[in-house]
């Protein structure tokens, strides 16, 4: 069976600056893979070059086979790749525009209009997903009322709408309380591994990325210096020393260093 994502010799360079170098790996189905790496690392590029928001200077990406290289976001995303983003605001799945139609009809209390067509269609599937997401009870809701806790199952349930094959997460825990980061992640494995949906994310937080994936990843200056099962790398001694005095050890690991 064809990797869920594969990515061979990935490329690029901000003038002359390198920010990633040749990184290739490969995230199987149903696998979770998580990248992490000091600030400047070259995450955010990497997962850029993947997701089509800026093109690669060099190398191939495929998804479940096929090449994506060079294509845009939502070409991407039909694929059968669910993303989640650090910043929540946005339906992923719709235009620009459609956003903003959003927004607007909404804003003049016109979507009630539109739903006397729209509000019937995909109830039942979006009940059966807020459920799996624990937001049966939130239904009703206005999003702006949410919890952020909330709102990041809401950005999930909206990711698996797609029913994807391969989810994308950018620091899918950033700005959350410990423990509601730990349950969103508990949450989001158990969903991957009941569907086989491979999972390749990028987190700060240590106890997240050592409890919650099959193999951990670590970039440095936009190159790979580790991957292997958890507790391989965080006894690596190349890994220990770019985390140097990051508070980065066996107790647990690195808090903070939120952008
Ligand atoms: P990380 O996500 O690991 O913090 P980034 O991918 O954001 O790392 O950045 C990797 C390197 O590339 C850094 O040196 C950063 O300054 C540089 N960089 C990232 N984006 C740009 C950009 N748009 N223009 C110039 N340099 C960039």
Redesign the pocket.
């Known amino acids: 069976m064809a990797a869920a994502l594969e990515v061979q010799g990935i490329a690029k360079s ?2 002359g ?1 390198a ?2 170098r040749g990184v290739s790996f490969a995230v199987q189905p149903g696998e979770i893979v998580a990248l992490i ?11 850029n070059m993947i997701m089509g928001q800026i093109p690669v200077d060099d190398g191939v990406i495929r998804i479940f086979g096929q090449p994506t290289t060079g294509l845009p976001p939502r070409a991407v995303w039909r694929r059968g790749v669910g993303r989640t983003f650090q910043i929540t605001a946005t339906f992923s799945s719709m235009t620009v525009a459609e956003n903003v139609q959003v927004a607007l009809l909404s804003h003049r209390r016109q979507l009630s209009t539109c739903y006397k067509f729209a509000g019937a269609m995909a109830r039942d599937e979006a009940e059966r997903l807020l459920d799996l997401l624990g937001l049966k009870a939130q239904a009703g809701r206005a999003c702006g009322e949410l919890a952020y806790g909330d709102l990041k199952r809401l950005e999930l349930a909206v990711a698996l709408a797609n029913d994807p094959k391969l989810l994308l997460l950018d620091e899918p825990t950033a700005g959350m309380a410990p423990k509601e980061r730990v349950d969103l992640m508990a949450l989001t494995t158990r969903i991957a591994r009941d569907r086989t949906i491979g999972v390749f994310f ?1 987190e700060h937080d240590m106890d997240v990325v050592f409890e919650h994936s099959d193999r951990v990843m670590v ?1 440095d200056r ?1 190159a790979l210096i580790a991957s292997g099962p958890p507790q391989a790398v965080r006894t690596d001694p190349k890994v220990r020393a770019v985390y140097l005095g990051e508070g980065f050890d066996d107790a647990g690991g690195r808090e903070g260093d939120e ?1």
């Open positions: 901000y003038g600056v920010a990633v790496g000091p600030n400047g690392a070259g995450k955010s590029t990497c997962f990028t970039l936009g952008r």
